[in-house]
């Protein structure tokens, strides 16, 4: 079994994240040569994404979900080195501002959808709007319980038009984020990235683990699939995603446009 197949979440299977080992390295004894493998796999992902842009008729979307420290913004540097950065959208989801507040939570979501022939890569996303949203009682239950099907009928909408999704949770362990935060005290380069939040949060940590899991079994649908990477190992998680956005891409079948002239009867004077 690949990859692919073995970290996505089925849909309709109900997601225990203990039955997920986040030290998992499914496919590798040991650590192999990651660096050889990732450049291997980016520069292939480049050719793809050069030929997504010719064909200008499709996008695709990454969805990236973690626990603080979870490792998303080292996936996207990792995973995304090699790319044509013109065609590649990072797009960060804060705490709504007031002109976000007063519009529907898809509002802002949909904006930042990429154009078709780009790549466009969610740094968090609407499964805020699930999680953040319900461990601290941001909006009444009835109102995000309606959420999950709200989700999957626009995420619907937009793979029928052209945009293919795909959704990673970076799984780590509540001993590593310790360690990561521990790590961030002690080195003054991170200190910039120390919010009271990271810590205040972590007492939510089960809070959080049942959010994230009643989301990764109601919103993996075949469609716009959810996969939750093992990722207390920063080499596997990278490698995992990179493996999977490459296996995605492959399977779409683009092929460049036909040529508005032809080449072969253009004579140069
Ligand atoms: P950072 O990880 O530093 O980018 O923090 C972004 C913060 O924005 C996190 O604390 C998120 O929980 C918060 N956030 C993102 N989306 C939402 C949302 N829809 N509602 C409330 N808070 C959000
Ligand atoms: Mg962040």
Redesign the pocket.
Known sequence: MNLIEKLRVNPGTKVDLRDHDPDATPGFKGKPDVDAILLKTCSRMAELQYLMYAENKRALLIVLQAP?TGG?DGTIRHVMTGLNPAGVQVK?????TED?LDHD?LWRIHKAVPNYGEFGIF????Y??L???RV?D?VPRPVWKNRYEEINAFERHLTENNVTILKFYLHISKAEQKRRLLERIEDKRKWW?L?E??FS?RKYWSAYQAAYEDALTRCSTKEAPWHIIPANKKWFRNLAVAEIVLETLESLDMKFPKPKIDPTRIQLR
């Open positions: 603080d998303k960060s989801f804060k705490a709504p976000e939570y740094n968090r996303s609407h805020e709007d999680i953040v949203v601290h941001l990235k919010s939040a990271d949060e």
